[in-house]
């Protein structure tokens, strides 16, 4: 039997960019699913896992430490910061539904500022103007070459996950991006 | 760079998010083990390629994922209207 | 016709240039014609051409519905080559090296064939593992193509970035010495003077709005927007717009049409010397004799027949440049274009009969035409000519969907690991 | 130290601070504020440049974009070099350095020039029609010769150092264009709070206002007007102003890109700034006020240094208090050139005379140029030029043919109207009208949400314009659907100049000399005389044969010359003979500002694996898969790759090697569905596949050829583990989701990709168990307990794992998924306890070795595109009983099932220490003449370490019966004799996966 419990060590450890305008700093690590879940059983899956499941794609729900993306008319996205198995939760629902683990697969940013949505706009084509994006809107969509999912945290705060290997380049696009002081 | 409405996200969209995917309404057969070589041919390979509209699969693959239909004009690239996956061919006004 | 020479051209000079003749008729058309070619481009002038100087067929018309040489042939990047894997593409496009090389002798008018070299990099072992076959196959088949080392393509073209520390480092090339470029418009305006010299009526501005067929299914003309022309033979040669024109007979094609574009840059002094391709990052560029760079992109997603494309296709075809090249990064893109290709499923021609009697179709070239021009025209006017198809284009049958037997040169260059 | 032709009091520069500069080595001073063009003139400087074919000499013919001559190298350090600048945009700054292009030894002294002598040879298309003989001779004499000749500036030979930057913009109304029309349109739809971006791509708005002095707008100068409207704009929340930033191309659904010049005009490049920005911007509505621009007279010898437009003239003398020279004629077809010609002269400079082609013009402006005393003389026109460097003098006579007289003058300014720039209502597709009136294309018809103002729509009024402009902001913004604000005033005229348009300036009879309409391209008037002689009747080959229009200036100042005299020649009206298209970019961009960020790290992404840091630090060497990077192999001190791939190959099979497989596809199957889905997307039968168990998995395409493979694992009834190929990942999911999106809906099924929560280490080799048994919690992983091609969950060094027993090796063999964070760590640990057995670390290069000495297939290597099951002997993996399955029918079309398909067999070489190079050809006659028949391909080939013998995999036309055949492999040098065998060459019974 192992000794220890093995080391979690996060794609992007010690990296972090700080300028007067806009930071960019990796998330803690978190607990991730993807819900795919027909629309007659949302109710069944909400109540197991003690989430309203927002319906509107685009839209998300956030109470506490846990965030529910909708990002397709049968897909969400949960982010628990807390680190809770959310799988785990859902184990005793009948009702037809996924729910897959992704903890690892994603990597979360926070990019912060007077700056923030200009940074982000440097690779993203969609109009993130807080009226057309306002607090609370998500969805998967590209960032340079990367796919990512973007969530609109504050009026100045972005939170932007993308996957693993990801990671590095994202990170590097939003540091290069950030440095442009038009920005 | 197109501009898409995604029918599931309900939000005109980057074509960057998108991902064309050929010619709309094209059902695979369900007896397809036993139609003959010029019906999978017609199937699988022939192609309406139309100058004018097109009816077309794309997919919001960097967005819902979902695949959805869509009328373009090829001459313009205009969006006549886009529709959920399953949903008939719409009647469009002036042609089809 | 008037020959061409330096001589004529002293002569010319003393008088104003004023006793050029025209280089082609601009004649109404006929009420029959034995052959119509339904496209003025480079293949369906060069199909009329060999009509009438190989076999003799000179009531030809050629219709057109814009100007000669305004589709694909006057908007490609004139890449020449013959390295390609399979006997039939190998054997076809070689023909057409072939002809390149006294091409401007045949037609009297100087197409500026230039075998500078065509040079394709391989930036992983994957593409070492398919550069190779081809270098084996293409030297068994007697067409020319030679491995080179990442030192030697530098050599061979100095503004290659060969740092083994690139996003995607060269891992060596193939190199095809006789492929180059031609200038394009000279292709069409050659073709197009030669044709008509030897009775061939080139036709502009007339529009194919339908094909009459007779009642046994014969092609009997084609209506136009200059009347009926009666035909006893049709040869489609459209290009981008040829499921439009072979619907109008009843025929549905494997094709889809995309926009493919292309862009030039401020002219430069000469610092490029050869053509350089990279399928693996996208990038294909060479440098006119007028001093511009000539760079090749990539088709938008969708099929379209609007001659643009989005600007984030040049993104990644300049990207793709400044990575291979970056002393090119402070250059300028002077002028960018965009063509309309037909892609069949297998990404290889058709040249064949069609189940329309009297109707043939030269089709589905894809973004690789132009080096074919006249390798095609020289055997799509035999097919026509004589009812069936040279041994050189027999492979490319519009039969081969429906029993399988494709020639698929992406195909082979598949990518999983 | 003021410059010899500043005049003191004019233009608007006042006591800037003086920036000193240089050209071809020189040093000059100038003003800040001042344009290279205005400085060098400033300074008597006009020969800046050759032409391109006859290298003539040239100056400036304008003051803007439109520069067709006067293009210089700018040169900042070793690695910022730019080459074809355009003197009359650069900015100037102090320690500018510029050089002259396209001369040699000097720009005084050009050898080239000895083309204009020999110009009468050199007529349009001359190279088509000679250098045929002999024929070796294009090749090697004169194509070299001809492109020597070619080109303007000197390409740049180091890495850009400097950065570009990009953003994506979208608003309700963007204006294009910051002269007096696009202002107004900007102001009044910010009003409304209208999300409003306006651009110019000069460094301050203004526009023709420039050149002007005596418009008044609102009571207010018109210069100072356009400034006060941009900084009240600028103050705005809802509004952004780009100077320096040229909109350049217009695509489908007003999105237009525009590039932004910020270093340019600074004196030093900052680091953290970047050279220049890409924005790509979606307008709601888009407002055009891109202007005109004016034409120049067509006449022999019109291409001296000194022979410029009126507008330049003006605008250099009104702007930046230059005179173009002391002693100035004036040739004009138009009113607007005489304004020129009256602010000259009461500025003190002499105007010669001012020659007007019209019989009889009537105006206040002519009125005013004659009560100052300036000679006019209408009905005559000029016929040629004098002197060699700069011009000296222009050659007059009447229209109707008369005595010549030659008017000595220093400079010429010169207009024949005004062509209203529809270069992007042109791209946004619109269709242009022609006015007959006017005699100018007009924007007719639109095909996208836009709107044009001011000159580019033919509006030529001041007042006119600044109700048009005003209101069609107003417009732009109600249609973008922004309701508040109250419409604002219109802005008012209270002076303006105005002119007639029309007449479009090449008279007859110059088709005998050199006149030019393209100067930079050295297009003449015969020129285009000649293409039409020879029957190029569409414009298209008029500019194709001529390259009129082809330069960087892309025909601004001569496509209407072209065409007019083209049309002349053709007895059509201009529409008939039709329009060049307009192509983007409005001006040349830079390559890198299209690039963007997308350069060096960002070009592409570059994936890693959770032990990639483990991999490097362990001096693996590694190869590029797609975007992953992969450990290549891992070298000990001094071995090579060969050493490190024996020793890693043995290592394996007689101890164990550990393996980073983690970049393979992996998706999850979920739902009550799952088996009837596989059943669909894969050849193999799915329904009882038991949980806990794997399966090797192929995948086709519809056409029935492979399209992927991967070991499934059945997790639990309703949910599967599926792997893909590495490279196979992105596109396996997206075709299926595309059958069960569209094709099997019915299904209950969902997909999820989970290939990177999984970072894999596969544990290969008969001491695999003895290696993982110490980590593994809550899995008995005895044979019995955990067969081959099994799965289970429980936990490995205290984290969840799902833990596969499967080889790809031959032998005993684990694959280890762990969540990614994890990866790292299990791999060290595994590692540690691999160490204490001698195990080794292996890369993908022993993976493909020893995979193929078990003759297992790597799609895409031993497989194209165009391999079948059966071809790649994988029939086994076809389930009979099934009635469906994506490629059922397509791998039953008659060529796929004809005998004599290529198929793959293994190749042993008769010489056991010959390796065959991947990718040769095989051949049954090796004696055949070229072109050879060849029989098939290598598709692997290894030194098999383990056998002691080379190996190969091959796929041959009808290879299962040709097994014990001998073959051959022709290669350059000599030529291989292979016997072909069976495709496994290792444990053929498969002991050792259990030993």
Not at chain 1, 109 to 128: H, K, M, N, Y
């Amino acid at each position: 039997m192992a000794d220890q419990i093995a080391l979690r060590r996060t794609a992007l450890d010690g990296r972090s960019v700080k300028r007067p305008w806009v930071s960019v700093t990796p998330a803690a690590p978190a607990s991730r699913l993807v819900l795919r879940v027909p629309a007659e059983n949302v109710a069944a899956v909400s109540a197991a896992l003690g989430t309203e499941l927002p319906t509107k794609v685009r839209t998300s729900a956030t109470s506490g430490t846990r965030s529910v993306l909708c990002i397709g008319p049968d897909e969400w996205l949960v982010i628990d910061a807390d680190g809770v198995d959310l799988a785990g939760a859902l184990k005793g629902v009948e009702a037809f539904h996924s729910a897959v683990d992704v903890s690892h697969r994603n990597v979360g940013i926070i990019v912060s500022g007077e700056g923030a949505e200009a940074t982000i706009s440097a690779g993203c084509p969609q109009d993130l103007y807080l009226p057309e994006f306002p607090v609370g809107t998500c969805c998967r969509t590209i960032l340079g070459k990367s796919e990512i999912v973007l969530l609109r945290t504050g009026e100045r705060e972005f939170r932007v996950e993308c996957w693993r290997s990801f990671s590095d380049y994202v990170f590097t696009f939003l540091e290069e991006a950030s440095r442009d002081p038009l920005i | 760079m197109l501009l898409i409405r995604c029918p599931y996200c309900e939000k005109d969209l980057p074509e960057v998010e998108f991902r064309h995917a050929g010619e709309a309404h094209l059902v695979r057969p369900s007896n397809i083990t036993e139609i003959s070589d010029e019906e999978f041919e017609a199937y699988f390979f022939l192609r309406q390629n139309p100058k004018g509209i097109v009816f077309e699969r794309w997919r919001h693959v960097h967005g819902c994922g979902r695949f959805f239909n869509a009328a373009r004009d090829t001459v313009s690239d205009k969006f006549l209207t886009t529709y959920k996956a399953g949903e008939p061919k719409p009647a469009l006004g002036e042609s089809a | 016709m008037r020959k061409y020479s330096a001589f004529a051209i002293a002569r010319e000079a003393f008088r104003g240039h004023k006793g050029w003749e025209q280089q082609w008729r601009s004649p109404e058309p006929k009420a029959e014609y034995d052959v119509v070619i339904i496209g003025a481009g480079g293949h369906g002038l060069a199909t009329a051409y060999y009509l009438a100087s190989e076999h003799g067929i000179t009531n030809v018309a050629v219709v057109e519905k814009g100007w000669l040489g305004g589709g694909n042939t006057g908007r490609n990047t004139t890449i020449i080559r013959s390295n390609y894997l399979y006997d039939e593409s190998a054997g076809i496009y070689d023909h057409a090296v072939k002809l390149w090389e006294n091409l401007s002798q045949e037609l009297n008018y100087n197409v500026m064939y230039s075998p500078r070299g065509v040079m394709m990099l391989a930036h992983n072992i994957h593409d070492v593992q398919v550069f190779k076959r081809h270098i084996h196959a293409n030297r068994l088949n007697g067409v020319d193509n030679e491995w080179l080392t990442p030192e030697q393509a530098k050599e061979f073209c100095p503004p290659l970035n060969i740092d083994k520390n690139a996003r995607y480092p060269v891992l060596g090339a193939a190199l095809q010495r006789r492929g180059g470029t031609a200038r394009h418009d000279a292709v069409a305006w050659g073709y197009a003077r030669a044709a008509s010299a030897r009775g061939v009526d080139i036709i502009q501005n007339c529009e194919v709005t339908g094909i009459r067929r007779a009642p046994a299914g014969h092609v009997e003309g084609v209506e136009t927007t200059r009347g009926f022309i009666k035909a006893k033979k049709i040869g489609v040669v459209a290009a981008g717009h040829t499921s439009v024109i072979m619907q109008m007979a009843g025929v549905r094609v494997p094709l889809e049409s995309y926009p493919l574009q292309a862009l030039v840059s401020e002219p430069v002094k000469p610092v490029f010397p050869c053509v350089v391709m990279s399928n693996t990052v996208h990038a294909y560029i060479s440098q006119s004799d007028k001093g511009e760079l000539v760079i090749g992109a990539g088709t938008d997603q969708y099929t379209s027949y609007s001659q643009t494309g989005g600007l984030h296709i040049l993104e990644h075809t300049l990207d793709a440049i400044c990575e291979m090249f970056p002393m090119f990064t402070r250059m300028k893109m002077l002028r960018s274009w965009g063509g309309i290709v037909d892609v069949t499923p297998d990404r290889s021609p058709i040249l064949s009969k069609t189940p329309v009697p009297g109707l043939y179709v030269n089709c589905g070239w894809g973004t690789g035409g132009f080096k074919a021009t006249p390798g095609s025209g020289n055997v799509f006017a035999h097919t026509i000519a004589r009812d069936e198809p040279h041994p050189i284009n027999a492979g490319f049958s519009l039969d081969r969907f429906r029993t399988g037997r494709l020639i698929d040169e992406a195909a082979a260059a598949a990518v999983a690991h | 130290m003021t410059a010899p032709f500043r005049i003191a009091g004019k233009g608007r520069l006042g006591s800037a601070a003086v920036a000193r500069f240089t050209f071809d080595g020189k040093s000059y001073a100038g003003l800040q504020g001042d344009t290279l063009a205005s400085a060098l003139l400033a300074n008597g400087v006009h020969l800046v440049g050759r032409s391109f074919k006859y290298h003539r000499p040239r100056g400036f013919l304008s003051a803007g974009v439109e520069e067709p001559n006067a293009l210089v190298g700018i040169e900042r350090d070793a690695a910022r070099k730019t080459p074809n600048i355009r003197a009359t945009v650069q900015e100037l700054y102090d320690g500018l350095q510029a050089v002259s292009q396209n001369r040699w030894p000097s720009l005084s002294f050009d050898i080239g020039a000895v083309n204009n002598l020999g110009s009468p040879f050199f007529s349009a298309g001359f190279y088509y029609k000679t250098f045929m003989w002999p024929k070796a001779a294009w090749k090697h004499l004169y194509e070299p010769f001809i492109r020597s000749a070619a080109g303007l500036g000197v390409a740049p030979d180091k890495a850009d150092p400097d950065h570009y930057a990009a953003r994506y913009e979208h608003c309700d109304v963007l204006v294009i264009g910051g002269g007096v029309a696009g202002l107004a349109a900007a102001l009044s739809a910010a009003e409304t709070g209208a999300r409003v971006i306006i651009v110019d791509e000069q460094a301050t708005v203004g526009g023709t206002l420039k050149a002007e002095t005596g418009t008044k707008i609102d009571g207010k100068d018109g210069w100072a007007w356009a400034q006060d409207v941009a900084n009240r704009l600028a103050a705005m929340d809802n509004v952004r102003v780009l100077t320096r930033t040229t909109a350049f191309g217009y695509h489908a659904q007003n999105m237009v890109a525009l590039v932004e010049r910020v270093t340019e005009h600074l004196p030093g490049p900052l680091p953290e700034l970047p050279r220049e920005r890409l924005w790509q911007v979606r307008a709601k509505q888009v407002v055009l006020a891109t202007g005109s621009i004016e034409r120049h007279m067509v006449f022999p010898d019109n291409d001296r240094p000194g022979i410029m437009l009126a507008s330049a003239g003006r605008t250099y003398l009104n702007h930046y208090g230059v005179a173009v020279g002391r002693n100035v004629g004036i040739y004009t077809s138009n009113d607007s050139a005489y304004y020129a010609a009256v602010d000259l002269k009461k500025a003190g400079v002499n105007v010669a005379a001012i020659i007007d082609v019209r019989d009889n013009p009537q105006s206040a402006i002519i009125d005013e140029a004659r009560s100052l005393g300036i000679t006019i003389k209408t009905g005559h026109v000029v016929a040629g030029s004098t002197g060699r460097l700069r011009i000296t003098g222009m050659i007059v006579k009447p229209k109707a043919g008369g005595p010549t007289q030659t008017i000595g003058v220093d400079a010429l300014l010169t207009s024949a109207g005004w062509t209203p720039s529809v270069h992007m209502f042109s791209q946004s597709r619109g269709k242009l009208a022609y006015d007959e009136a006017t005699q100018r294309f007009l924007p007719g018809t639109y095909v996208q949400a836009c709107a044009s103002v001011g000159a580019c729509n033919g509006t030529d009024d001041l007042a006119a314009v600044l109700a048009e402009a005003s209101s069609a902001g107003l417009s732009a913004a109600r249609a973008a659907g922004v309701e508040g604000g109250a419409a604002a005033a219109t802005p008012q005229a209270s002076a303006s100049e105005s002119w007639t348009g029309g007449m479009l300036g090449v008279p007859q009879g110059v088709e005998d000399k050199k006149a030019f309409v393209d100067f930079q391209n050295d297009v003449t008037a015969k020129d285009i005389a000649q293409a039409v002689r020879e029957g190029m009747h569409s414009i298209e080959h008029v500019k194709r044969f001529t390259t009129n229009g082809m330069a960087t200036d892309q025909g601004k100042t001569s496509n209407m010359h072209g065409l007019a005299i083209a049309a002349e020649l053709l007895g059509k009206p201009l529409p008939q003979v039709g329009l060049t298209t307009f192509r983007q970019p409005y001006t040349p961009v830079t390559f890198g500002a299209i690039a963007g960020h997308a350069r060096g790290k960002l070009f592409d992404p570059t994936r890693r694996t959770a032990m990639h840091s483990w991999a490097e630090e362990h001096g693996a060497v590694f190869e590029d898969v797609g975007q992953w990077k992969r450990a290549w192999y891992f070298p000990k001190a001094g071995e090579d790759m060969h050493a490190a791939v024996n020793r890693e190959c043995q290592t394996v099979r007689k101890t164990a090697g550990i393996f980073d497989a983690s970049t393979l596809g992996k998706i999850e199957v979920v739902g009550p569905d799952a088996a009837a889905f596989m059943e669909l997307l894969y050849t193999n039968p799915w329904q009882k596949l038991e949980p806990g168990r794997c399966r090797y998995g192929i995948m086709l395409r519809e056409d029935g050829f492979i399209y992927d493979d991967g070991v499934v694992g059945r997790l639990s009834q309703d949910r599967f583990h599926v792997t893909t190929t590495t490279g196979g990942a992105a596109r396996v999911l997206h075709h299926m989701e595309d059958y069960l999106q569209t094709e099997f809906p019915h299904l209950n099924v969902y997909l999820t990709s989970i290939s990177e929560q999984w970072a894999v280490i596969a544990v290969q080799g008969p001491k695999s168990r003895d290696i993982i048994a110490p980590l593994v919690e809550g899995i008995d992983i005895s044979d019995e307990a955990m067969p081959h091609m099994s799965v289970r969950e429980g936990k490995i060094c205290g984290v969840p794992t799902r833990l596969f027993r499967m080889s790809f090796t031959g032998e005993r063999g684990f694959e280890i998924n762990v969540p990614a964070d994890y990866g790292r760590a299990v791999w060290e640990a595994v590692w540690a306890e691999g160490q204490k057995h001698g195990a080794c670390a292996y890369g993908t290069e022993t993976m493909h070795v020893l995979r193929a000495e078990k003759g297992y297939i790597i799609v895409g290597q031993d497989t194209d595109g165009t391999v079948t099951p059966d071809d790649a002997a994988l029939s086994w993996a076809v389930g009979k009983a099934k009635k469906d399955f994506v490629g059922i029918r397509g791998m039953k079309r008659p060529d796929l099932v004809r005998p004599g398909r290529k198929q793959l067999v293994g190749l042993k070489t008769k010489n056991p220490s010959i390796v065959l190079e991947e990718g040769a050809q095989i051949v049954a006659d090796p004696n055949q003449p070229v072109p050879m028949k060849m029989v098939g391909h290598v598709t692997s080939a290894y030194w098999s370490a383990n056998c002691g013998h080379s190996i190969a995999l091959a796929l041959v036309e009808g290879g299962r019966d040709r097994i014990g055949q001998t073959l051959y492999v022709p290669m350059p040098d000599k030529t291989i004799e292979v016997e072909v065998t069976g495709t496994i060459f290792f444990d053929e019974k498969g002991e050792r996966l259990n030993g």
